[in-house]
């Protein structure tokens, strides 16, 4: 199970902030990746980026430079922040875990939070 | 680019097969796998790997991939798998994840 937290309202140039709890193992467990990825209303899904159980992360290029994702495996959490945020950064953001070792895949999905980029 | 390819709509009548593909711009030795997602919910995985379903999708429910092309097939397509699906293309490694546009399926 994975929960996602945080505002539901960031004004325009700030910094979005949000975080993923796991229940279980999944970011405690190095076989695993935590990934972000959005899905503004009406549209499909964008890969934000993912991050490895050692700190390893990979951001998709149009957002790199804005993005940062970390872990911190004793809360087993993954974080998301986005910077310089405008109204194109409204979406619905889904943490998710990665099987990483083998057939890579998503093997689980939070059930998403509304983010709304306005003034 | 941004995102993949895919019809952006395709039906089905009730019963019968119908197959989205979904055309890749990665080298050889990525992964593909397909996501199914209904109004107001999360995406669920129902295809991975060679042809793998996780516990608790349908065998109705198939993939295959030739090439830089990932194919999805439902085989005897029932009312419920009326959703949006999407592919995705995964490297082995972190270093490349992409999503397809999406295709609506409806089942007439």
């Known amino acids: 199970q994975l929960q996602e937290s945080g505002p539901g309202l960031v004004r325009p140039s700030e910094t979005l902030s949000l975080t993923c709890t796991a229940s279980g193992d999944s970011f405690r467990n190095s076989r695993y990746y935590g990934a972000w990825i959005r899905q503004p209303p009406g549209k499909g899904l964008q890969w934000i980026g993912s991050i490895s159980y050692g700190g390893g992360t990979a951001y998709t290029p149009s957002l790199r430079g804005r993005v940062a994702i970390s872990i911190d495996t004793s809360k087993n959490q993954i974080s998301l922040k986005l910077s310089s945020v405008s109204a194109a950064d409204t979406a619905v953001y889904f943490c998710?875990?990665?099987?990483?070792?083998?057939?890579?895949?998503?093997?689980?999905w939070g059930q998403g939070i509304l983010v709304a980029v306005s003034s | 680019s941004s995102e993949l390819t895919q019809d952006p709509a395709v039906s089905v009548a009730l019963g019968q097969t119908v197959k989205i593909t979904c055309p890749g711009d990665s080298p050889s030795g990525y992964y593909a796998s397909w996501y199914q997602q209904k109004p107001g919910q999360a995406p669920k995985l129902v295809i991975y790997g060679d042809n793998k379903r996780p516990s608790g999708i349908p065998d109705r429910f198939s993939g295959s991939t030739s090439g830089k092309t990932a194919s999805l097939t439902i085989s005897g397509a029932q009312a419920e798998d009326e959703a949006d699906y999407y592919c995705n293309w995964r490297g082995r490694t972190l270093d490349y994840m992409i999503f397809g546009a999406g295709t609506r399926l409806t089942v007439l």
């Open positions: 998710a875990r990665e099987e990483g070792i083998s057939d890579q895949r998503i093997d689980s």
